[in-house]
Structures are given as structure tokens and as C-alpha cells.
């Protein structure tokens, strides 16, 4: 995997993963 | 376009909220995720395709099928669908890409003038996230998280458009 993927890999991965994790915190379980 | 894909994806969560925020990402970047694993295992590939109608069609119904196979729910299936085409919509407006293999190139080429591509993602970023802190769903005041998840985006999408040289 070339350098220019890795970096589009780690620009995707890392924003979303502290969405989901922000996400999570505001999200009320259903019921 | 960048994190205005993840925007997209948070403001569709407004109607596809049984889906998980990951699918929903997921989702909205298919096109740029498969370009990677053509990358890793050339065999998945299908090379040059992944941003044109055609593959964005056939990647569209794939991932429709396996949400309807998972989630069951056919609206559900649909939404899943509609974020991984909008992902090729929105790249006509900050690239230039052909149609289909071999074909017309179509697009703006937002990213050659970087404070055009980031107004545009900025804005689509603000109405994504209007959209997502509208849902019912979530703990209230959101206004923090929320506020943080802005700031993230738009952050990540500064170094994107200033800080990488990008175009």
C-alpha cells in the first residue's frame, strides 16, 4: 500500500472513529 | 470532497437512525475505501472505476443489499444505497472524474482553489450537522457534542485543504 493510501486510510479512520465515539456519548439507548 | 462525505452521511442518520454512525460512514466513503483495498488485494479491485456512475451504481447496490440483509429494512437498504452514491455526486463538484471508463470528464475541480472547496465543505459540514443535532434521539443539550464533532471536521478538513498542498 502506497504512501498516498495509508494517509487516506488514517484521514478517514481517525475522524470517523471520534465521530462514532462522540456519537455514542450524545445517542440515548432505545428502549 | 473530503469531510463534507462524512457530513452527508451524519445528516442522512436524521431518516436511518436504526443504522450504526460506522455503517452510515461507511457507507458515504465506499468509492475511496475501495480504491484502497484494490490497493491491498488487487483481485477486489476494480481499478480505475470506483468514482464513476457505473461503479458507484454497482458499489451502491452492494452495500444496499448487504444493509437489507442485515438490518432488514428496505428503507434502511435504500438510505445505505443513496450514501454511497452521493459520495460520486458530491466528488463532480471538488474533482474532475470521467463518467464512466473512458469517458467525458465532468466536475467542477473545487480542490484546485482551496478556499472554494473549503466554504463548500464547510457549508455542507454546518447543514449535515443541523440535520443530525435535529434528531430526536439524541441527550439534550447537544450543542457540545455537536459542537465538538464541527470543530474535528473542520479542523481535519483545514489540513486537507491549507496544510497538504492538495489539489
Known amino acids: 500500500m502506497g504512501h498516498f493510501e495509508w494517509l487516506m486510510l488514517l484521514g478517514f479512520a481517525v475522524p ?3 465521530i462514532c465515539l462522540i456519537h455514542h456519548h450524545l445517542a440515548r439507548r432505545p428502549r | 470532497m473530503y469531510m463534507g462525505h462524512y457530513a452527508i452521511a451524519l445528516g442522512a442518520r436524521r431518516w436511518l437512525r436504526p443504522l450504526p454512525m460506522a455503517w452510515l460512514l461507511f457507507a458515504s466513503i465506499e468509492p ?3 480504491d484502497v483495498l484494490g490497493s491491498l488485494v488487487p483481485s477486489l479491485g476494480i481499478g480505475p472505476d470506483t468514482h464513476t456512475l457505473p461503479g458507484a451504481c454497482a458499489a451502491a447496490v452492494a452495500i444496499a443489499v448487504v ?4 438490518f432488514r429494512r428496505i428503507g434502511l437498504a ?5 450514501l454511497v452514491l452521493s459520495h460520486v455526486a458530491a466528488d463532480y463538484l471538488t474533482s474532475r472524474l470521467p463518467l464512466w471508463r473512458h469517458g467525458p470528464m465532468v466536475g467542477l475541480h473545487l480542490y484546485a482553489t482551496p478556499w472554494a472547496d473549503f466554504l463548500l465543505e464547510a457549508g455542507t459540514i454546518a447543514i449535515g450537522l443541523a440535520l443530525y443535532a435535529s434528531s430526536p434521539d439524541l ?3 447537544a450543542r457540545r457534542g455537536v459542537a465538538a464533532i464541527a470543530v474535528l471536521m ?3 478538513q483545514a489540513v486537507w485543504n491549507f496544510g497538504l ?3
Open chain 2, 78 to 82: 435504500l438510505g445505505a444505497g443513496l
Open chain 2, 67 to 70: 444493509t437489507a440483509l442485515v
Open chain 1, 16 to 18: 470517523g472513529a471520534i
Open chain 2, 154 to 156: 473542520l479542523a481535519f
Open chain 2, 165 to 167: 498542498g492538495s489539489g
Open chain 2, 139 to 141: 441527550r439534550r443539550p
Open chain 2, 32 to 34: 475511496d475505501l475501495h
